[in-house]
């Protein structure tokens, strides 16, 4: 079994770092750079940041936004929100960024993912899921989860790995900020549709969650409030997961 990554998420808007409940009612966090460097100092294995408004008049500032913060780190910066376009993409790898992850335009322009592989490599393309429990399946939404596609998610992954993602960032809509735990028949749905390296998202909030998750076979686990609000310390994470076999970076 991979290392299992633990990765801090930072929902970023008009500059600063924000967390809401099932995609809404956001409330101020913190600065993102400032915030970056305390984690990569708790250890965390790579870092999410996410510009969650994506307006255009914001865009600018959030480059900004990636370029503190890459520069205020050394662990890996994965990038998304708002991503339509090559240029954009470009934009943010030129930033800093490590990688970049793509969502309503992966869904509305499939062949942006094939291209953004082919300029950047699948290992830095990553197709980011967002999705709510639709009676036995799961539906893929788009638009900052507000949008429904139709489209299943199992094989929404399939079709993003076929043209060319190397990662996938799977987000349950329902349990996103709640704490009731990873959606896990979320996650072992993507899990056993994909052979790429799968993060879970979306409902952490306690020590056995990360765990639970990461027995589905999941290879890394993102937390916001969780850690933006001291509940947990990544650390922390790590040593209870170590502690019941899973191999960590401590």
Known sequence: ??????????????????????????????DPAELAARYEEEGADELVVLDITASVEGRKTFVEVVRRVADAIGIPLAVGGGVRSMEDADRLFKAGADKVSVNTAAVKDPQLVSRMAYEYGSQSTVVAIDAKRAGNRFEVYIYGGRTPTGLDAGEWARRAVELGAGELLVTSIDRDGTRMGYDLGLLNTVVRSVDVPVIASGGA???EHFYEAA?????????????????????TVKRYLRDRGVEVRL
């Not at 801090?8 to 600063?16: A, R, S």
């Open 1 to 30: 079994m991979p290392t299992l990554r633990v990765i801090p998420c930072l929902d970023v808007d008009k500059g600063m770092v924000v967390k809401g409940v099932n995609f809404v009612g956001l409330r101020e966090m913190g």
């Open 205 to 207: 909030g306690a020590l």
């Open 215 to 235: 027995s589905i076979g999941v290879d890394a686990v993102l937390a916001a409030s969780l850690f933006h609000m001291g509940m947990l310390s990544i650390v």
